[in-house]
């Protein structure tokens, strides 16, 4: 019989492998030995009658047909780690858990009041957070199986995947106070030509989107800092070290931080944050509930254009 011989083991460290790009990286994973890890690929490999990975003096990459089969595991597992996690929560009651993926600050900045009020009313039930870099790490978790719920930015719709937007976020450009432009009531793009910008994280949905926009008024923007969240960005541009254009986050606001200024960014369009699930329709009834919880509290302290990647 076809594929008698692969287990779901052979699929798992199969999938990890893609997803690291090395076999000795999966094998500390893991806690065994990389030959114990090629073995797995090895073992698909002659089911498959193809190479499935190949080896570079920097890792593995997946073959055609490693790519096709890692897009089929990742779903396939996907769906039975998801249906799995259901059944344990059936099985505990209420007391289940949920798990979720997002970026570094995005409880701080989203979640707080919604968190404090979810486990109030299930005192029993185990929130996960699994922090990622970008947007697209949230979704390969949460494609793969290891998350309820994914809190992102929203760019282009992927595959495979269920939104639901939450948020608005208008930009702003944050300034140190003694800054030439901090005297704007608001700032435009040429007012960029000759700013030195502190970079949001390569890839990212927030980077492109400003980018882009500056690219269409002809405005090539100079990053000479590098920072991995909006956060990061905003305390250095209130440091004087550069200017920062970055969504207006509420906890930015107000009198706690006199050394900045938030100048409102009207014809950048706003950035979009929110949920990401596999099928909301078969979402668990705690997960669904942390998710509108979330959302409830959103609604409620939208930020306005001139206060401070769901980062």
Known sequence: MPWASVTIDDLRVFAAVCRAGSLSAVAREL????????????RLEREVGLAL???????????????LLRTAVAAGLGSIDHAL??????????????????????????????????????????????TEVSSRSCLESLNAGRVDLAWITLGAPARGVDRRPVVELPWVLAVAAGDPLAARARISPADLQDARLIGLPQNSVSRSQVEAWLGK?????????????????????????????????????????????????????????????????????LARAFADTVATHCGRDTPRPGGPEAG
């Open 31 to 42: 806690n065994c030995t990389q030959s114990a890890v090629s073995q797995h690929v090895r």
């Open 53 to 67: 990975i190949e080896r570079h003096p920097r890792g593995v990459v997946p073959t055609t047909a490693g790519s």
């Open 85 to 130: 996690h259901r059944i344990a929560e059936l099985a505990r009651g209420e007391g289940g858990s949920v798990r979720i993926t997002t970026g570094a600050t995005s409880i701080r900045h989203f979640m707080s009041a919604a968190v404090v009020d979810f486990r109030r009313r299930f005192p029993q039930v185990s929130l996960e957070f699994q």
């Open 217 to 285: 008024s002809g405005i090539r923007p100079v990053f000479d800092t590098s920072v991995a969240d909006w956060d990061t960005a905003i305390l250095l541009a209130e440091l004087g070290l550069g200017h920062a254009v970055v969504p207006a986050l509420p906890q930015w606001q107000g009198p706690g931080h006199p050394g900045l200024r938030l100048l409102p960014l009207p014809d950048l369009p706003a950035l979009t944050a929110g949920w990401a699930v596999r099928d909301w329709e078969n979402l668990g009834p």
